[in-house]
């Protein structure tokens, strides 16, 4: 017995040192060597079941410094418009050239209006907007060449003048306002509606009133055509044609139907008679913090998306024409209408070419004439 008792005793202290032995080797396993294969990332976090080696205190400080960094877009116009297209692509183009940025798109105005989003980015408050550049006027006065009636003809044209040296002076003049210009994308050829006649001449617009961005020269060229035009938010102007508090307002095709104008507006007549550009606008206290190659990666995300858009913009106008067309009265204007739309607006050209700085102008229609 004492033999087997012996044995058994034997085999007992065996198969526990076996048991102590796979013990010590399955905690080991739980404690995620550094090789362990089973942590994974999801979604940018790193996964809080997978146990981590302990780090030492220099490893953790790294990591807190290689923590992702949030840049938020705030834009206008809602998340069917081709520039939330254009924001979303370059989320993707960042995002998957470097792990350093977390980019957080909000659209419809949720964090600001252009031109307080314009002023956040001055207070380094908000990281990136990309807003129409006419309220860009109210800190850059040389912006106002875009708001200049019936000069740029065709999208093509824009292209060649913003993408060339005349375009890259643009986007330099607002560094003295705190911001860095990075891209051109389109908001495009802007069209008259209202919810009071069909305005198919000069003396339709009599009387009726029209919101126009918060600038200048809009507000003056739609005085000088007689009608009585108002400054509004982006962001107020759906509840203003709703409420009546306007009759009318003057933006691309895409912007009418997209954010549903058609269901507070009877009467479209396609003036064309401004393009407006987007800008890409990066807060420039918050550039100053990234590295060059940071820069890089973010100024060539811009401009790539920002191609895309244009691209995705010009679908959507013939695409919303074609839509508005079945919601709305639409009017054509005729060519020898359009010359006396341009020809009634010539004071106000003459009146704010002093304004956005002749040389500038000059510089500008110099530029299209090469083109058009
Ligand atoms: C959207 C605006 C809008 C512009 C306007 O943020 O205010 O009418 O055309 O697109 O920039």
Redesign the pocket.
């Known amino acids: 017995m004492l033999k087997k008792q012996g044995g058994l005793r034997m085999r007992t202290k065996i198969s526990n040192l076996l048991m102590l032995f796979f013990l010590v080797f399955t905690l080991a396993g739980c404690g995620g060597g550094s090789n362990s294969t089973s942590s994974e990332i999801i979604d940018g976090e790193q996964n809080s079941d997978t146990a981590e080696p302990m780090e030492s205190e220099n490893e953790s400080v790294s990591n807190v410094e290689e923590e992702q960094r949030t840049l938020r877009i705030s ?3 809602n998340d069917k418009h081709p ?1 939330y297209e254009g924001a979303m692509k370059f989320k993707e183009l960042v995002e998957s050239k470097t792990d350093d940025f977390n980019i957080e798109v909000y659209h419809s ?1 949720q964090i600001a ?2 031109r307080s989003a314009i002023e956040m980015l001055q207070f380094g408050t908000l990281e990136i907007t990309i ?2 550049t ?2 860009l006027v109210n800190f850059v006065r040389e912006y106002g060449v875009f708001d200049l009636p019936f000069t740029i003809s065709s999208g093509e044209v824009a292209d060649k003048v913003l993408d060339g040296p005349f375009g890259d002076k643009m986007l330099e003049l607002v560094e003295s306002q705190n911001l860095v210009g990075l891209a051109w994308w389109e ?1 495009g050829f ?1 069209n008259l509606t209202n919810s009071v006649r069909p305005v198919e001449k000069v003396e339709d617009l009599k009387g009726l009133k029209i919101r126009t ?1 918060e600038n200048e020269i809009h507000l003056d060229a739609w005085r000088e055509l007689g009608a009585n035009p108002t400054p509004m ?2 962001t107020e ?1 759906f509840a203003a044609m709703q409420q009546g508090t306007v009759d009318g ?4 095709y895409p ?1 009418i139907e997209l954010s549903n104008f058609y269901e507070v507006q009877d009467y479209l007549s396609g003036t064309g008679h401004v393009y ?1 550009p ?1 800008i890409f606008l990066f807060s420039k206290s918050v550039w100053d913090e990234l590295t060059p190659e940071q820069q890089t990666i973010i100024s060539d995300a811009a401009v790539e998306a920002g191609e895309f858009n244009r691209i995705r913009n010009r679908e959507a106008a013939e695409e919303s024409l074609e839509a508005l067309k079945g919601f709305m009265t639409f009017s054509e204007i005729s060519p020898e209408e359009h010359k006396r739309f341009q020809e009634k607006i010539l004071p106000v050209i003459e009146k704010h070419k002093s304004n956005i700085g002749e040389d500038i102008v000059e510089e500008f229609l110099t530029e299209l004439e090469k083109y058009q």
Not at 249 to 252: I, K, Y
Request: net charge negative; no cysteine; proline share 12%.
């Open positions: 834009i206008g116009v520039e105005g209006d252009d807003p129409s006419s309220p908001n802007r961005m938010a982006f102007l307002q003057e933006n691309p912007t407006t987007f």
